[in-house]
């Protein structure tokens, strides 16, 4: 029995379904057609960001079906878990050919994801300089650089200007944990952002405090944010970070991981590697005002700005 997920979003579980058996069979041929569509379930690339990052098809019941079947007759067997759909050079036919099985199998997509995924997969460019809060990095260089100051996308949205000012002593960018292996998949952006527990996959912004989040807007994600201890805004010593929405179908959050002079964010795509870089690659950072900050850099169809929040503690707890 095969499962397939749609691997698309950040903080909301993926959409899944579970492939009839016939859908087994053809999904097998096209395989064994071009085999080099499969790659690797675990994506270890930093340059996938957020939005459509291929499917991920698992075996999760061994059954007499038509793929375990089949399998049992090929000489060099598919893995049990694999990813389609992430080479950019070329349309992989069985990612394309899975997204159309959603909706027979129940799993509907919404317009707006099908139109992300009609785009395929685009990785962000190689980051040009440094990429990690460890990085040296030539502060001449940063401050004759013409880069776009800290401009927020949404009218009317209130925008710290100078929330650097409010600092923190909470840093901690642990992304090492949270990337390791046992723990990568197990993790969205709102554990991370939370620094909190890598073995919740899909913690929900107000589930801990008693009031999961109503609604995919910053209203109703904010609401959720506010019962598990969050406050609005920025202040000294404070845990700090930012939540964005792709409006009414998922969010997503950054985190302050450093102080200054450079002050750099964090964030975590879903179940994929935590980085500090944005889907055009720009390192997430700012230094004497210029840079890059969540508020003026590359989040796809993640274009409503919610705003900074803090809790004063190292961690947030989450669930």
Not at 45 to 51: E, M, N, V
Request: proline letters at 7%; hydrophobic letters at 35%.
């Amino acid at each position: 029995m095969l499962e397939v997920e749609l691997d698309i979003f950040s903080g909301m579980p993926n959409p899944t379904w579970i492939l009839s058996g016939e859908q087994e069979g053809a999904l097998y041929e096209l395989l064994s057609a071009e085999p080099s569509q499969i790659s690797r379930a675990a994506l270890s690339s930093k340059r996938a960001g957020l939005g459509y990052r291929g499917l991920i098809v698992r075996r999760i019941k061994t059954d007499d079906g038509v793929w375990d079947k089949a399998a049992a007759r090929r000489r060099a067997p598919f893995p049990h878990e694999f990813r389609v759909g992430i080479k950019p050079a070329k349309r992989d036919a069985a990612a394309d050919w899975l997204v159309q099985t959603a909706d027979r199998q129940g799993a509907r997509l919404v317009d707006e994801v099908r139109e992300v995924v009609s785009r395929g997969l685009a990785l962000a460019p190689a980051t040009r300089g440094p990429s990690e809060p460890t990085a040296t990095i030539d502060r001449k260089r940063v401050e004759a650089a013409e880069v776009p100051a800290d401009v927020p996308y949404k009218p009317g949205v209130e925008i710290h200007e100078t929330w650097w000012a409010c600092g923190s002593n909470y840093f901690n960018a642990n992304a090492d944990f949270f990337n390791d292996p046992a723990h990568v998949t197990r993790n969205n952006c709102y554990c991370f952002a939370s620094n909190h527990r890598p073995d919740i996959r899909y913690a929900l912004p107000g589930r801990r405090g008693g009031h999961p989040a109503t609604s995919i807007t910053c209203g109703g994600v904010i609401d959720g944010l506010r019962a598990d201890g969050w406050k609005d805004g920025c202040e000294p010593n404070a845990l700090t970070i930012v939540l964005v929405i792709w409006p009414n179908v998922d969010y997503h959050f950054y985190r302050l991981v450093t102080g200054g002079p450079f002050w750099w964010w964090g964030h975590k795509p879903g179940g994929t590697p935590a980085k500090y870089t944005d889907d055009c690659g720009h390192a997430i950072y700012q230094y004497q005002g210029k840079g890059y900050a969540p508020n003026n850099i590359c989040r796809g169809s993640y274009s409503d700005f919610c705003g900074y929040f803090y809790q004063n503690n190292w961690t947030a707890f989450v669930a």
